[in-house]
């Protein structure tokens, strides 16, 4: 399966040295930016949209950080994260910026171990402590107690990890710092921390490279880069005591909760039996005032009526490319999000 590979040639990546407004406003194109996370999804979504709306979309696969960073110099027309903004990078803004969520989805721990393609068994707990530098070879005593029958090789663990401002690191460090109290103390959660270990890719794409290029290699990718790839990745864990494959139906049971009025709400270390741990929503981001920067009605109009597309008719995509669909309860709250937004003070969408 080359989904990502194929998709690419369709999405046309822009530099952002080279985006302005002005120019994509006159060749029909709206601008976005941010999450290698969703990348796959949008990159459907959009091109299904284009057919029967004839609106290209150039969303730039650069990482959360790239994506917010692009939306707060105005540079694009949606950002995307899979973490909601920080405290920071809301004061840098300045201005209120809604989030809509548009699906859920599962980071998932893949390795490249000679000689083991079983799923292993891998609690939150060692996981962090494999990232913390402390546990480093793939036979330790502590791997090797929730894998019992499974022959480890003495080799050394190499760890990888995102190099750029990432959603999907958020997601990573923000589990771990619920389940492993010297992690949360030592480390913490964002988009990009000081890892005390490791090698460092960009994207999701750099990550399950290296992953595939290093023997020993342990690194966290979404579902689909593993899956599209043939990676093995890990069972991992849940609050519950079991260990639990990322699939379509453990992340769409992590992912049933109530959204909060602005959707903002984590996911992981889900209190669902059978859920997960490590899923998360992730979020298309917009400012709630839509005049700035000379910029036309119409074409507000034109980026949500977008995303109002990928809250209803798109997430039938969503499941065949692993995504959790959003929830009604999730799809009313992403209506009102929308509904929210203005020009000039007055509401866009009725």
């Given at each position: 399966?080359?989904?990502i590979?194929s998709?690419?040639?369709?999405?046309?990546?822009?530099?952002?040295?080279?985006?302005?407004?002005?120019?994509?406003?006159q060749?029909?194109?709206l601008?976005?930016?941010?999450?290698?996370?969703?990348?796959?999804?949008?990159?459907?979504v959009?091109?299904?949209?284009?057919?029967?709306?004839?609106?290209?979309?150039?969303?730039q696969?650069?990482?959360?950080?790239g994506?917010?960073?692009?939306?707060?110099?105005?540079?694009v027309?949606?950002?995307?994260?899979?973490?909601?903004l920080?405290?920071?990078?809301?004061?840098?803004?300045?201005?209120?910026v809604?989030?809509?969520?548009?699906a859920?989805?599962?980071?998932?721990i893949?390795?490249?171990?000679p000689?083991?393609?079983?799923?292993l068994?891998?609690s939150g707990?060692?996981i962090a402590?494999?990232y913390?530098?402390?546990i480093?070879?793939?036979?330790?005593?502590?791997?090797?107690?929730?894998?019992?029958?499974?022959k480890?090789?003495?080799?050394?663990?190499?760890?990888?990890?995102?190099?750029?401002g990432?959603?999907?690191?958020?997601?990573f460090?923000?589990y771990?710092?619920?389940?492993?109290?010297?992690?949360?103390?030592?480390?913490?959660k964002?988009?990009?921390?000081?890892?005390?270990a490791?090698?460092?890719?960009?994207?999701?794409?750099?990550?399950?490279?290296?992953?595939?290029?290093t023997?020993?290699?342990?690194?966290y990718?979404?579902l689909?880069?593993?899956?599209?790839?043939?990676?093995?990745?890990?069972?991992?864990?849940n609050k519950?005591?079991?260990?639990?494959?990322?699939?379509l139906a453990?992340t769409?049971?992590?992912?049933?909760?109530?959204?909060?009025?602005?959707?903002?709400?984590?996911?992981?270390?889900?209190?669902?039996?059978?859920?997960?741990?490590?899923?998360?929503?992730t979020?298309?981001?917009?400012?709630?005032?839509?005049?700035y920067?000379g910029?036309?009605?119409?074409?507000?109009?034109?980026v949500?009526?977008?995303l109002w597309?990928?809250?209803?008719?798109g997430?039938?995509?969503?499941?065949?490319?692993n995504?959790?669909?959003?929830?009604?309860?999730?799809?009313?709250?992403?209506?009102?999000?929308?509904?929210?937004?203005?020009y000039?003070?007055?509401?866009i969408?009725?």
């Amino acid at each position: 399966m080359k989904i990502i590979k194929s998709l690419k040639l369709a999405v046309v990546a822009v530099a952002a040295s080279c985006i302005t407004l002005s120019a994509s406003a006159q060749d029909n194109t709206l601008l976005g930016a941010g999450g290698t996370f969703v990348y796959p999804l949008f990159s459907k979504v959009f091109s299904e949209y284009d057919k029967t709306n004839n609106v290209k979309v150039n969303y730039q696969s650069i990482g959360s950080g790239g994506g917010i960073l692009q939306l707060t110099n105005k540079t694009v027309d949606f950002g995307e994260s899979d973490a909601p903004l920080n405290p920071d990078q809301t004061a840098k803004l300045g201005v209120p910026v809604l989030h809509i969520p548009v699906a859920a989805g599962a980071v998932v721990i893949t390795y490249n171990i000679p000689g083991v393609t079983a799923a292993l068994n891998l609690s939150g707990k060692d996981i962090a402590d494999i990232y913390l530098g402390k546990i480093t070879k793939w036979n330790s005593p502590e791997i090797a107690a929730t894998n019992k029958g499974v022959k480890l090789p003495d080799m050394p663990i190499v760890v990888v990890h995102r190099s750029d401002g990432s959603g999907t690191s958020f997601i990573f460090t923000d589990y771990l710092t619920k389940v492993n109290e010297e992690w949360a103390k030592k480390v913490g959660k964002a988009s990009a921390v000081n890892w005390p270990a490791g090698l460092g890719g960009k994207g999701s794409e750099g990550v399950s490279g290296l992953v595939k290029q290093t023997p020993g290699a342990i690194a966290y990718v979404e579902l689909i880069y593993a899956l599209q790839n043939k990676m093995t990745f890990a069972n991992v864990q849940n609050k519950s005591g079991k260990f639990i494959t990322p699939s379509l139906a453990t992340t769409t049971l992590a992912s049933n909760v109530e959204l909060p009025a602005d959707s903002k709400v984590s996911l992981t270390n889900t209190d669902n039996a059978k859920g997960y741990p490590i899923s998360s929503f992730t979020w298309a981001l917009i400012y709630k005032e839509q005049n700035y920067n000379g910029r036309p009605a119409e074409r507000t109009k034109k980026v949500l009526e977008l995303l109002w597309y990928v809250v209803h008719d798109g997430q039938k995509f969503s499941a065949p490319l692993n995504y959790a669909p959003l929830s009604k309860s999730a799809v009313k709250v992403a209506e009102k999000i929308l509904k929210s937004a203005t020009y000039d003070g007055k509401p866009i969408l009725k």
